[in-house]
């Protein structure tokens, strides 16, 4: 099976802009997770898309957004971009078994700066 | 904020040593689980160890959890260079969301 991938891999963007990540799950995997990885705040989970429908939320601000496709797809926007929001922002997607174990599969991520 | 905390922050170990990290979380949780990270790049998932459970062993890991210390600790024995990487610990809360300590550091030297 092909792993998650993401794109695109580097991105630069300027203060005020606004951008588009794009992941692609496992295959036959329906959960897919975002994260945002710094030095100094580790890694933060941002949301989780189960189905289409955002099943859980982050500490972070409305400027985050994503949705899920219904090939279980998903892209996350950040508008008005943040000199703070550089970051390498991470992909998992998952698939719950019976008991809701959720092991996390990563893609490579994509490396965001903001100028 | 961070569910995890790991201990410590970095390791630096010889090859065919053994390499000890620990991490304490705050709330009840349903899994643990640890998670390998090479520079930069994305996580890879190591072991799941359920809340009912006091150790699990994969190869050359070796993870337990004591639920009442809310702490568990991952042991790599016999490292190699190839295990240098940030090793992070991420607890699923009842609501299944998954949080992730700050992570270790570790550098196996030849």
């Known amino acids: 099976k092909a792993g998650v991938t993401q794109t695109p891999r580097y991105l630069i963007k300027t203060r005020g802009q606004q951008v588009t990540l794009s992941c692609s799950p496992i295959s036959g995997h329906r959960s897919v997770s975002w994260y945002q990885q710094t030095p100094g705040q580790g890694l933060q989970f941002l949301f989780e898309y189960f189905s289409e429908t955002q099943r859980n939320k982050g500490n972070f601000p409305g400027r985050f957004s994503g949705r899920q496709f219904s090939n279980s797809r998903s892209e996350m926007n950040v508008s008005t971009l943040e000199l703070g929001d550089s970051a390498l922002y991470l992909c998992a997607s998952s698939l719950e078994d019976s008991e809701g174990y959720n092991e996390q599969f990563f893609g490579p991520g994509t490396r965001l700066t903001v100028l | 904020s961070q569910q995890g905390e790991e201990d410590p922050q970095a390791l630096s170990i010889q090859e065919g040593e053994n390499a000890t990290m620990n991490c304490s979380y705050k709330t009840s949780i349903n899994n643990l689980q640890w998670y390998r990270q090479n520079s930069g790049r994305g996580l890879v998932h190591l072991i799941l160890?359920?809340?009912?459970?006091r150790e699990k062993h994969s190869g050359r890991l070796r993870v337990t959890l004591d639920t009442s210390k809310k702490s568990s600790s991952l042991l790599i024995t016999a490292s190699r260079a190839a295990d240098t990487a940030s090793y992070f610990c991420?607890?699923?809360?009842?609501?299944?969301?998954?949080?992730f300590g700050a992570g270790t550091q570790v550098v196996v030297t030849p």
């Open positions: 991420a607890t699923t809360d009842s609501w299944g969301k998954l949080q």
């Open positions: 160890i359920r809340s009912n459970e």
